[in-house]
């Protein structure tokens, strides 16, 4: 897929994310948490135990806090019940927004998240009204080094069952569809192959291009959805200015 990078918005969220590591942290766990209670602590027989745990470590969660993590999850998930609610809305200049969230208070989440869109010009829309715009892939994203050679990459990873290869600026982008992504990330591990990202995400179709006064409109919205403890992630179609948030 040529154009615009995958990768773009989520190293845009990242630089977010490294000043907020313990909020990161907190909702990794409870990734972890509700992987544990479907499947088990043991992420050999969980994969998606062990997805949750390459996104902690692309993270750089620490080896020990994601062990402690599992273990709480196995101790104590008995009397916690988190729901996977997604919302869809939409936000300056019509940008399409899904927000994944796992709550143990629907009510609650539900009241936060439209009074969020509300307070920075969005609106929460039906559930499809903008998912349709949206594929769910694996995405394996992984900083380019002298030590990595580009076409060694490239035919591991479509042996290994990746549907698409990038080389973009700085990184290489490799996406899988969400069944075949634990297994082509276990086979670049197994190869020494580290990440800066690795996670199954929602990918757009098209995007939509900002100028500067709504990006930043836009970027309150977001931050604030990021902000909230129920929420999990934020997928969004926008195109910020070239060089937007980079110091």
Known sequence: MSG????ANIKHKKGKQDALRGKIFTKIGKE?????????????????????????KANNMP???IQRAIKRAAGELGS???????????????????????TDNRNRTAGDVRHIFDKYGGNVGTPGCVSFMF??????????????D??????????????????????????????????????????????????????????VSLDEETAAKFEKLIDALEDND?????????????GWGEE
């Open 32 to 56: 972890i948490a509700v992987a544990v209670k479907e499947g088990g602590s043991n992420p050999d027989a969980n994969s998606r135990l062990r997805d949750a745990i390459a996104k902690a």
């Open 80 to 102: 916690v019940n988190y729901e996977e609610i997604i919302y869809e809305g939409y936000g300056p200049s019509g940008v399409a927004v899904i927000v994944q969230a796992l």
């Open 135 to 148: 594929e769910k892939k694996g995405l394996l994203v992984i900083e380019k080094s002298d030590s990595i």
């Open 150 to 207: 580009e076409d060694e990459l490239m035919m591991m990873a479509l042996d290994a069952g990746a549907e698409d290869f990038e080389s973009d600026d700085d990184v290489y982008e490799i996406t899988t569809s969400p069944e075949d992504f634990s297994a082509v990330r276990e086979a670049l591990e197994a190869n020494g192959i580290e990440f800066a990202s690795a996670e199954v995400t929602m990918i757009p179709g098209t995007t």
């Open 230 to 242: 129920d929420v999990q992630n934020v997928y969004h179609n926008a195109e910020f200015p070239e």
């Open 4 to 7: 615009h990078s995958k990768w």
């Open 63 to 65: 080896s020990e806090n």
